[in-house]
């Protein structure tokens, strides 16, 4: 099953809002299409939402009619500003946005055509090679007999390629070690419960799905041994923002003792933000909290605020896994390195 596809002309991907009840793929042919898809998470997590944003680029520039490269230019401006206004925290999409902008150098328009095509290709390439890579990495973090606790989705479904948290968890259950997992079900959306916990039982992995409020319970009598979730931007210092409640993991991991692990590839860092504080947080539309699954479960006309992200400040990650190695503290410095370093 590959949760984002590229037909040629056209972009396939897992429509993740009908999970788990449905496994539905649908196809666009148009970059709106990809850009609208995006924002009501149909396609969601960072590096996922950065390589379909790629492709949808790529539709977009297959479809401008131009006279001449400069007139070309202008309307793939347009195309990339509509990204780049889908959703703000994930890095990727900018990533992507600023890789496809360098391949829009070339000379004319039909080239720069099948070199975004091209650029998008390898932008997923890269995504997957460095899941999976990363996943390698981490899993040795990950002990027999162990209980690890996972918030959001950080799967297969998130990264178009082999997971970040759960690529970990699902190198560490290759290699043959024995464990568990406790999914949090990740309000409003319940990435937790309909893909974290769905992904997991396809792969025969052990799962106990519980509330966000629960977690605190379990890890203060001692049945976790550690945090371990996806990035969706991480800034210079470490400080990483994550699905809102990923801080609250945090120092619920801190005050009992237990690792708090972020794994993501290096696509997420964003060394040019020196702190979470410059991290833009998506403010979503408060009907994610006052309704579940269209149904209204608060009263009318209450007032509902919807984050859809939080920062983890640096000082309660223990380490971030990444394609490039274990970066620990001081993050400001090996974040550093492991960017520079080919
Ligand atoms: O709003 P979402 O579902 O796109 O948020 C996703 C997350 O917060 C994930 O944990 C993050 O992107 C890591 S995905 C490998």
Known sequence: MKPVEWLGNKLKIVDQTQLPGKLVFVEFRSYTEVVAAIKVLKVRGAPAVGVAAAYGIALGAGDIQAENKAEFLIQLDKILHAFASARPTAVNIFRAIDRMKKAASAADCATIKQALTDEAKSIHADEEAATERLSHIGARLIKDGFVVLTHCNAGPLATAGYGTALGIIKAAWEQGKKFEVIATETRPLLQGSRLTAWELMQDNIPVTLITDSMAGYFINRGKVNCVLLGADRIAANGDTANKIGSYSLAVLAKENGIPFYVAAPTSTIDLSLKSG??????????????????????????????????????????????????????????????????
């Open 277 to 342: 504080a410059q991290i833009p947080i998506e403010e979503r539309n408060p009907e994610e909290v006052t309704h579940v699954a269209g149904i209204r479960l608060a009263p009318r006309d209450v007032k509902a605020a919807n984050p859809a992200f939080d920062v983890t400040p640096h000082k309660y990650i223990t380490a971030i896994i990444t394609e490039k190695g274990i970066v620990r503290e001081p993050y400001a410095k090996n974040l550093k390195r492991i960017i520079i370093e080919k």
